[in-house]
């Protein structure tokens, strides 16, 4: 069997998946590219990696014998796909399969802020509720205005669960999409003006940094929510931070940031901002569909077959 690189923190995870991936292979689990050990690594003709952690000219310097980097998700910005292309090296990801459970985490985020489910978890956790009465009252959900920046896959499905919360839905992005029954609105901060929910779901890379900068924000709004379940590179951290620290912005939801794992002290310390871990995939069910959609893209490059996910074929 050929031998591949996984990464161990994300394949490793899931339950049952690397078994699937020995019977077709001779697994090498990676924890860090440079960690890897150089005798092994001349054997690699794949590396399975993740968004997190990506691949660049150093790491394909790494595993010379490689012949294809398969990405663990459906964001690829991590991965210098330019690079790939010009060592004659496939690129494949994970599109679809993790679309829903995105889109479920933005809804979860945006009841979360709006309704305070943290806080008021603690509130009812803690006794408060006993010794102090109810929680303050929070914002309705059902009926307000959602924008979306970004209708790809993950873009469509979250629109699909606000109109069952009755949300006037509008959108960007870089061109407008004919087939698509939601307005659309090309200039972000007018889309922003037009919103009381941001979602924030487009591709991450230098095309969409800071799209959402002060500007946009301030069109939100002291009554706007933000969510963000696509790269924390789209959110200008420091302009959010301002626009909270402010009171310009109702909260936010953010399962993504700019400088992963970290965060800043003045998102951890707000309460108004519900924070997750990059985890908007993070089921069993989602990641052993992504782990097996890896496995089918090294197969059919082995077998000679066309890649069922291509990002460089
Ligand atoms: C990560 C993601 O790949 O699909 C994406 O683009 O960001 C995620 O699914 C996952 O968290 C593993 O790193």
Redesign the pocket.
Known sequence: PQEIAMLAS?FGQVPGLLDEFRKHFTVHLMNKPELFDPEAARRVRAIAT???VGADASVYDRFPAAEIVAS????YDQVDVAEAERRGLKVTN?PGV?TEDVADLAIALLLAVSRDIVVGDAHARSGDWAAKGPMPLKRKVSGKRAGIVGLGGIGQDIARRAAAFNMDIAWTGPRPKPDQPYEYVPDPVALAERSDVLFVSCVGGPETRHLVNTQVLKALGPEGILVNVSRGSVVDEDALIAALRADGLYGAGLDVFENEPEIPQALKDDRRVVLHP??A??TTETRRAMGLLVLDNLRAHFDGRPLPTPVVG
């Open positions: 994300v993740s968004g997190g663990f998700g459906v964001g994970t993790l990059h985890h995939s993070g």
